[in-house]
C-alpha cells in the first residue's frame, strides 16, 4: 500500500512563489527600513540663496584660504582615489594619465584625438578603446572633483548664492548648471572662521537622499603651496585620497 501523499501541481507553484516572496522580503525590507530611516534623518531641501556679491566675496575668501594662486601656478598633481584609481596629472600639459587594474589611459584635455590606451605596457588601439577613454573621464571627472572642488567655484556655469544656515553661519551654495559629468548638481560649503572648507552638503543626482554630508577637513599643504585634502568622512565611509602631490615644476 503507497501511503506517499502526492501535493498537487497548483499548491507547489505557490509554494515556490511564497519561499521566493519571502527570500526577496527578507533581504529587501532592511534595506527598505534603513533607507527611509536614512531618508527621514538627513534628506533636506535645497536652500534658497542670494545671488551677488556677497557670495562671490565668499568664494573669493574660500580660494584665498586653500592659495588658490598657488593652485594655478602647480604644474603637476598626483592622488589614488579610493586605493583604485590612480592619477598623475600634468596641468599645465593639460594631460592626465589615468590607471586603474591593468589598464592606463592618456587624456589630452585640449585634443581628445591624441588620447591614449595602454593594456598593461602595450598601446591598445582595439574596438574598445574609446570606451575605456571615456571611462577615464568618468573616472578623473569624479575623483579629481573630490580633490580640487574648492577651486572650481568660478568656473563656466557656475551659479554661486549666499545661504544663511539655522545657527547664523554664512555658507556657500554652488550650482554647476552645465558641464562635468553630472550638470545640474549643488553643494552647499560650510566653511570656518578662516574660509577653509569643513564640509559640503550635496544635492545630486546619483545620491537618493539631498543635502547628505561630507568632510573636507584632512587638509596638506602642497610642495607647491596649495591645500589639497587627503580623505573625506560620508556617512560611515571614508574617501582615501592616497598620498597627495602638487609639484611645481
Not at 593639460?94 to 591624441?114: H, K, P, Q, R, Y
Not at 598601446?123 to 573630490?146: C, H, L, M, P, R
Amino acid at each position: 500500500m503507497n501511503n506517499n501523499i502526492t501535493m498537487p501541481k497548483n499548491l507547489k507553484t505557490k509554494r515556490i512563489f511564497k519561499i521566493i516572496g519571502g527570500i526577496i522580503i527578507f533581504f529587501t525590507l532592511p534595506t527598505l527600513l534603513f533607507y527611509g530611516f536614512m531618508y527621514i534623518k538627513y534628506n533636506e531641501d535645497l536652500p534658497t540663496g542670494k545671488l551677488g556679491t556677497e557670495a562671490d566675496e565668499l568664494a573669493t575668501t574660500m580660494l584665498s584660504a586653500l592659495n588658490e594662486e598657488a593652485y594655478l601656478n602647480t604644474d603637476y598633481i598626483e592622488w589614488t582615489f579610493k586605493g583604485k584609481h590612480h592619477y598623475k596629472w600634468y596641468k599645465t600639459d593639460d594631460t592626465c594619465e589615468v590607471s586603474w587594474d591593468a589598464m592606463t589611459v592618456i587624456l589630452d584635455f585640449s585634443d581628445a584625438g591624441n588620447s591614449k590606451v595602454f593594456a598593461g605596457k602595450h598601446e591598445y588601439n582595439g574596438v574598445e578603446k574609446q570606451e575605456y577613454i571615456d571611462k577615464a573621464i568618468t573616472f578623473f571627472n569624479n575623483d579629481s572633483f573630490w580633490l580640487v572642488a574648492p577651486f572650481k567655484v568660478f568656473d563656466n556655469g557656475t551659479e554661486r548664492r549666499l545661504v544663511t544656515t539655522e545657527d547664523g553661519k554664512k555658507s556657500l551654495l554652488v550650482t554647476y548648471t552645465e558641464g562635468g559629468t553630472t550638470p545640474g548638481d549643488s553643494y552647499l560649503w560650510h566653511l570656518d572662521e578662516n574660509g577653509l572648507p569643513k564640509s559640503f552638503q550635496m544635492w545630486v543626482d546619483i545620491l537618493p537622499i539631498d543635502g547628505l554630508e561630507a568632510s573636507w577637513d584632512q587638509w596638506i599643504t602642497t610642495e607647491s603651496g596649495i591645500k589639497l585634502p587627503t580623505s573625506h568622512k560620508f556617512l560611515v565611509f571614508e574617501l582615501d585620497m592616497g598620498e597627495v602631490k602638487g609639484l611645481k615644476f
